[in-house]
């Protein structure tokens, strides 16, 4: 197998590995960089906030493991899955 084969083989492999796209815009996280900057329950704004910060690995958000992050802005689990439903979390 020459060099170029493989090359176009790895290039289809990583295509088809790629993260499928959201078909509807509006339910695509909103991942602004001010969200993605934020370590910290105490700088979630919104219960999106938290759960876009939960779900991108900040496990702390939800120390007592009840399912629902920084409760300060979050109020109820079903507040929470619904949102983790609308971005996909």
Do not use: K
């Amino acid at each position: 197998m020459t060099r170029l084969p493989r090359l176009a083989l790895l290039a289809v492999a990583a295509l088809l590995a790629a993260p499928p796209s959201y078909a509807d815009p509006a339910a695509e996280p909103d991942l602004t960089p001010l969200v993605l900057a934020q370590r910290t329950c105490g700088d979630a704004r919104s219960c999106r906030d938290a759960v876009i910060l939960w779900c991108n690995g900040y496990r702390r958000a939800d120390g007592d493991n009840d399912g629902i992050p920084c409760e300060r802005v979050c109020r109820s689990r079903a507040q929470v899955n619904e949102i983790r439903a609308q971005i996909g979390c």
